[in-house]
C-alpha cells in the first residue's frame, strides 16, 4: 500500500473511531507520583457541541485548516515533513492544535493532515533514539512534538509512540549530560514534564521521571520567581531577558504544580496561586490574562499582551486544575477564553493579532509603547510582528474542549469548565450484587502501581453527559446522563464563585447546600435520562482597575464599548491578508455608573446565539450604558492614551453607548474612566 493511500485509510479509520477510542479509561498517577485532583480524559472523549462545534468549525475553515497549503514555514518543504525549510518549533507548534482539531471534529481533511505530519517523525527516529530533523540541535521544538504526540495516541491508539517515547527519553537523558537545555529550553522544561508524565504513567519506565528531575536540575526554577516575582514594573527596553518573556511566563506557570507530582511538596502546588496573585497585581489585564507585548508589561490597558500567552496560560490552567482541582482555576480559564483568546482574532479566524489590547482604538500599522514589539504588532493579519503565534495559536479552542470533562480520582465525572459539549467516558460503579459483575459491565483490566485498584465491587459502565447550554452568554445548563445501565458514581459541577445564586436540580428537585467557589457533588445511582439543570445567575459587577476605572463584567464575560469598526487590507497574502483596523465611531467616553449598584445603570439585551458570536454584529448580549465624551481624552503614539485618572468631569451631553462582550469587540475600550 503506498504511503499516501496508507494516511488517507489511517485518517478514515480514525475519523469513525473516535467513540470507541474515547471509551477508554482516564489513566491515573503510578507510585511514586503524588495524585492528581482530577485527570484528563483521553482526547475525543470530549466533544463540542453547539456554538462551540461552530467556532472550531470556524477555526477548522480559517487559518488552522488551510495554513499548511500556503505558508512555507508549515507548507510541504518543513523539516517536520523531511524537507530542508523551517525545522524549528513552527511545525510542532502547528500539529499541537492540528492534531486536536482535526479529531474533535472528526474531520477526514484534517484528519488526513495530522497523519501524514506525525507520520514522518513515527517513522524517522534515528538509531540513537533521537527525533526531528537532523538540523535541528535545540531540545525546546522536540518538547513541543513529544505533546502532539501524546495526544495523536490518545486520538489513534497508534502503538508506535509510546515506544518511540521511550526510546527518545533515554536518548535524551544520556544526551543532557553532555547538551544541557539552552535558552528557550530553560524556561520551558515543565512542557516535557507534563509529557514524562504521561509516559510513565502508561510504561512504568523510570527513565522518563529521572529525566523530568534532570531537566528541573537544569531549567529556570519558576516556583522561587513566581514567590519572590521582582518583576513588578513594566519591563524596560535593554533590560528585558528571558526571565520576563510574556510565553515563557505564561508556560512557567504550571511549572510548580506539575513537578509537585514528582516531588510530592504541597507547596508546589500552593504556589500556583501566588503566581497567579503576583502576575494580577502587577500585570494583570481584566480579560483574565497579563500583559506581555512581549515582556511583562504592567497593569495600563493600552498595553498588549501576545496571542501565544494567551493559549499557553489556559494550556497551563487546564493542566493546573486536573494537578489541583480548584474551582478558582475554572473560573479563571473561562475568563480568558471567553474573553481574551476569541477578542484576538477576526471572526472568521483568518487573521489573527500579535498584541492586543484591552484599550484597543486602532488596530494599525504604528509604533506603540510596546516593552520591545514592533509597529506591526496589533495589524489582525497573517503573521503581524513574528510568526510564532501563526504558528502556535491552534491549540487554544480545541486544548479547552478536551479539557471541560475530567475524571474524579474515584472514577466519576467533573464538570470543569462550561460549554456544550458531549462527554462519554467510562465510570466506575458500585454493584448492585457484591462481586457480580451485572451484565453489559465493561472490565478495564487497568490496574496501576500506586494507585488504588478499582473496587472488585465496582464495575466499568459508559457513559454519556449531554450537555446543552448557550453558557457564557447565557446563565442555565441543562445535562443529561445517560449510563449504559444504572451506574453509582460522582458527578461534580463546579460552581464559579461569582454565581452566589446558583441552583442545581436533578430530574426537577433542587440539590441542597450549593455553595459557590468549588465544586458541588452528586453521587446517586444514575439512570438514562436523568435530568440536571444548573443555574448560575450572573451579577453585574463594575470593578475598578487601572487609575481607578472601571469593567463592567457579568459572570465569565467582560464588556467593551462597541466601536464602529472600518477595515482596510494593508497587504494581501492570499488567501489571507494584512490589515488595519480604523474606528468609525467615538471611542474616549466615561461611564456614568454606580459601581455600587452597577445593575441598576446598564441594561442587557440578549440575542439569539447565532453563527458569529466573537463578531460586533454578532454578539449575543449587548449593554445599553450611559456615558459622558471625554475631549481631552485622546491618542498617544498610535494607542489610545491611558485612561485618565477616575472621577474625571465632563460638560458633554449625557449619551448612551452599546457594550459587547469584549471577544465580540475588535476595537474596544474596556477600562472606563468614570464621573
Known amino acids: 500500500m503506498s ?107 484534517l484528519v488526513a493532515k495530522a497523519h501524514k505530519w506525525v507520520a514522518w517523525t513515527l517513522e524517522n527516529q534515528r538509531e540513537d533514539g533521537g527525533i526531528g530533523p537532523a538540523k535541528n540541535q535545540d531540545w525546546w521544538p522536540n518538547m513541543v512534538m513529544l505533546k502532539v504526540l501524546t495526544q495523536y495516541q490518545e486520538a489513534t491508539g497508534d502503538a508506535r509512540v509510546v515506544p518511540l517515547m521511550q526510546k527518545y527519553a533515554a536518548y535524551q537523558l544520556e544526551k543532557m549530560k553532555t547538551i544541557p537545555l539552552k535558552e528557550w529550553a530553560i524556561y520551558r522544561w515543565e512542557d516535557e514534564a507534563v ?42 527596553k535593554g533590560a528585558t531577558s528571558l526571565k520576563t518573556h510574556v510565553v515563557n511566563t505564561a508556560m512557567g506557570l504550571k511549572t510548580a504544580g506539575v513537578y509537585s507530582l514528582i516531588s510530592g511538596d504541597p507547596a508546589e502546588r500552593a504556589s500556583v496561586f501566588q503566581a497567579l496573585r503576583n502576575l494580577d497585581q502587577y500585570h494583570g489585564m481584566p480579560s483574565g490574562i497579563f500583559s506581555g507585548d512581549e515582556h511583562l508589561a504592567g497593569r495600563s490597558p493600552v498595553q498588549g499582551t501576545e496571542l501565544c500567552a ?41 487573521a489573527h493579532q500579535y498584541d492586543q489590547q484591552p484599550n484597543q482604538v486602532t488596530a494599525t500599522l504604528e509604533r506603540r509603547a510596546w516593552t520591545t514589539n514592533g509597529p ?59 462481586g457480580v459483575v451485572q451484565p453489559g459491565a465493561v472490565h478495564t483490566g487497568l490496574v496501576q502501581t500506586g494507585v488504588t485498584p478499582p473496587d472488585p465491587n465496582r464495575a466499568g459502565v459508559r457513559v454519556t453527559v449531554v450537555e446543552e447550554t448557550e453558557y457564557p452568554f447565557r446563565d442555565a445548563i441543562r445535562m443529561v446522563v445517560n449510563p449504559a445501565q444504572a451506574a453509582t458514581f460522582p458527578l461534580l459541577l463546579r460552581v464559579p464563585a461569582w454565581a452566589q445564586r446558583a441552583t442545581i436540580m436533578v430530574n426537577g428537585v433542587a440539590e441542597k447546600s450549593v455553595k459557590a467557589g468549588g465544586f458541588h457533588r452528586i453521587e446517586r445511582t444514575w439512570q438514562a435520562g436523568d435530568r440536571v439543570e444548573i443555574r448560575l445567575p450572573m451579577p453585574v459587577e463594575a470593578v475598578r482597575g487601572f487609575n481607578n476605572g472601571v469593567t463592567i463584567q457579568r459572570g465569565p464575560l467582560v464588556y467593551s464599548l462597541k466601536i464602529g469598526e472600518e477595515w482596510r487590507k494593508l497587504r494581501d497574502k492570499a488567501p489571507a491578508a494584512d490589515w488595519e483596523v480604523r474606528p468609525a465611531t467615538p471611542w474616549n467616553y466615561a461611564l456614568v455608573v454606580d459601581d455600587k449598584r452597577p445593575a441598576q445603570s446598564l441594561r442587557f439585551t440578549e440575542r439569539p446565539v447565532g453563527q458569529w458570536p466573537f463578531t460586533p454584529d454578532g454578539a449575543p448580549v449587548t449593554v445599553a450604558a450611559k456615558a459622558r465624551r471625554l475631549p481631552e481624552w485622546g491618542m498617544e503614539g498610535g494607542s489610545a492614551a491611558p485612561p485618565p485618572e477616575s472621577p474625571v468631569k465632563s460638560g458633554e451631553p449625557l449619551e448612551t453607548v452599546t457594550l459587547i462582550p469584549y471577544g465580540a469587540a475588535k476595537l474596544r475600550i474596556t477600562v472606563f474612566p468614570v464621573r
Open 3 to 109: 504511503s499516501i493511500r496508507a494516511i488517507v485509510c489511517a485518517a478514515l479509520l480514525a475519523a469513525t473511531s473516535g467513540g470507541a477510542l474515547a471509551q477508554a479509561p482516564a489513566v491515573k498517577n503510578r507510585a511514586p507520583l503524588a495524585a492528581n485532583s482530577f485527570y484528563a480524559l483521553p482526547l475525543t472523549s470530549v466533544k463540542p457541541k453547539g456554538w462551540l462545534r461552530r467556532q472550531l468549525e470556524i477555526q477548522a475553515a480559517g487559518l488552522s485548516g488551510n495554513l499548511d497549503e500556503f505558508w512555507p514555514s508549515v507548507g510541504p518543504d518543513s523539516g517536520w515533513l523531511g524537507g530542508a525549510g523551517e525545522s524549528w518549533e513552527r511545525g510542532p507548534y502547528y500539529m499541537d492544535g492540528l492534531v486536536p482539531l482535526a479529531f474533535l471534529l472528526d474531520d477526514p481533511r
Open 195 to 236: 509529557s514524562l508524565i504521561w509516559l510513565y504513567n502508561r510504561t512504568g519506565d523510570a527513565r522518563a521521571l529521572e529525566l523530568a528531575r534532570l531537566l528541573r536540575d537544569q531549567g529556570y526554577d519558576w516556583k522561587s520567581a513566581f514567590d519572590i516575582f521582582p518583576y513588578r514594573q513594566k519591563s524596560v
Open 310 to 350: 494567551v493559549v499557553e496560560s489556559l494550556y497551563s490552567l487546564e493542566n493546573l486544575m486536573a494537578v489541583v482541582g480548584d474551582g478558582a482555576l475554572g473560573d479563571r480559564i473561562e475568563k480568558i477564553a471567553y474573553n481574551a483568546l476569541p477578542g484576538t482574532f477576526s471572526g472568521d479566524m483568518w
Open 376 to 434: 506591526e504588532s496589533n495589524l489582525y493579519g497573517l503573521e503581524p510582528n513574528f510568526g510564532c503565534c501563526t504558528s502556535n495559536f491552534h491549540q487554544g479552542w480545541p486544548k479547552l474542549t478536551a479539557s471541560l470533562w475530567m475524571a474524579t480520582p474515584d472514577d466519576g465525572l467533573a464538570a470543569v469548565v462550561y460549554a456544550p459539549s458531549q462527554v462519554t467516558a467510562l465510570v466506575h460503579s458500585a454493584l448492585v450484587h457484591s
